[in-house]
């Protein structure tokens, strides 16, 4: 055989060597959480689990109903996307389509490098400083509730939304705006009817990634989002969603006891909602993509 | 490459025989995690004083550490609690003789807001707060002001200890906030006018108002004498009285620089 052919095997056999050990190593780590979180299910049944209202895992006799801490993880997520889609969105239009060339060129890396921010940075300030001013602001009793964790959330989000939502932006063809504003069309109409729609699949792509960083985020929500166990009454009540409760638990949860095996279900829980989450994002990515030019 | 084989297995050989007298002796402990982080340090600088004496560490949970005694898996059973008398009847069905050592005190303070008026409540008004029937300060001579509960997160030390003592397996208010440390609980306090929590002794800092329980504050005094209520001594439990390097090993835990250690690790001296 040729040399060239043979260190060509060798190169593709090392890659797909090295995209195996990466499947197989989060493969089997989806495989741990089953086989950990399954247990639990010999205790309580699925419908207790996750429609059960009360957490009270180290009580005797114990509670593990985990339908609190699900309505908290969904609410901080929505609320954040409430605040998040539209800001991380608008700026990615703002960038991609109205700003000076000059401008987006300091404002794109800036928002780029604030995703690299370190969510436990994000989680203090929000306890150190926002909760005291929520606090006096809307004069409530406390300010580690569901709308601060929802606010630091957004916060994380708003950078990854945006700069995927201005890489989809700036990629529609120059040649449909053209083409729009050969019609008569303003520079408004042309964003709202034209690069708008012909983005979406871009944006939702950004909208469900930025969302389902939101969903799993833990250190922001542990620290912020107050860990009371229950239905929230109002915006301003705490609420303990998922990853809190797994991260403030696992740590003492005496191993193979049901606790134990508790938290890892609600894991599994998480993972299945970030999965779906993942899935969709990827149906939205296929299914709307702008093809060519021919398809708007 | 045979004899490279041969020289390494023989090299190990000889290097675990080398080892053998310096394992020595080996002392196990298991128990309660409440306990843990005092035998932790203890067990540390009782090691570095000792070398030859190894130290094997694990937690648990009380119920375990007695346990550990009656089967005679550990040399000694951490508990955060006395033996119950279940336990000391199959102890002597087994012809065990479990003997308690109190190595140190627990003791948990509730804390409030610095601008907060009230400065002693008793441990029924304790209860009522943690239940959630006393929802308003006004109640219980402070301010109108409504009654933010913080409680500690189900597994940990101090929530146990606040379980038993206040809430008599009664259950804290769901809508309590719960806080992962010591640390986070003083913060969470500091930062909220209407507070309350709890916390160790160890922890309480100028950020907040420690209250005093039934008029009695919590101090190391009052704990070792016995007057604070909330709290409670911490064992260790041995088989028989204890002899050798399990002796030598609660000697020194009892001793000064042992009790400093304690000290160290957010609990109360004995003595």
Known sequence: MPKQQTSEKIVQRAFMGV???SITALFLIMLFLVLEGVPIFKEISLKEFVFGLYWYPTSDPADFGIFPLIVASFLVTFLSGVVSIPLGVMTAIYLAEIAPVRTAEIVKPVVELMASMPSVVIGFFGMVVVAPFIQRTFDIPVGLNLFNASLMLAFMSIPTICSISEDAIFSVPQALKEASFALGATHFETIHRVTL????????????????????????????????????????????????????????????????????????????FTFVFNLIADYISSRYRQVGEASL | MKTGIKSIIIGVCMAMVAAIPALGEELVLKGSTTVLPIAQKVAEAYMKLHPDIKISLSGGGSSNGIKAILDGTADIGNASRFIKPKEVKLATTKGIYPVPHRIALDCIVPVVHSQNTVTNLTTAQLKEIYLGKIKNWQEV????????????????????????????????????????????????????????????????????????????PGTPETTRNGQYSISRPLFMFTNDWPRGTTADFLNYLLSTKGQTLVEEVGSITVY
């Open chain 1, 19 to 21: 995209a195996l050990f």
């Open chain 1, 197 to 272: 729609p012909a983005s979406l699949s871009g944006i939702c792509t950004a909208v469900i990634l930025g969302m389902s960083r939101a969903i799993g985020e833990t250190m922001v929500v542990l620290m912020v989002a107050g860990g009371a166990a229950m239905l929230p009454g109002s915006l301003f009540d705490p609420v303990r969603p998922m990853p809190a409760s797994i991260a403030a638990e696992m740590a003492e949860a005496p191993f193979g006891s049901e606790h134990y095996h508790a938290l890892f279900a609600t894991g599994l829980v998480l993972f299945i």
């Open chain 2, 141 to 216: 001579g402070g301010k109108d002001m409504k009654i933010v509960v913080i409680s500690r997160d189900t597994s940990s030390g101090t929530f146990e200890v606040w379980e038993h003592l206040i809430m008599n397996k009664e259950r804290v208010v769901p809508s309590a906030l719960t806080v992962p440390s010591n640390g986070g609980l003083v913060q969470a306090v500091a930062s909220t006018p209407g507070a309350i929590g709890y916390i160790a002794l160890g922890y309480l800092n100028q950020e907040v108002k420690a209250l005093s329980v039934n008029s009695i």
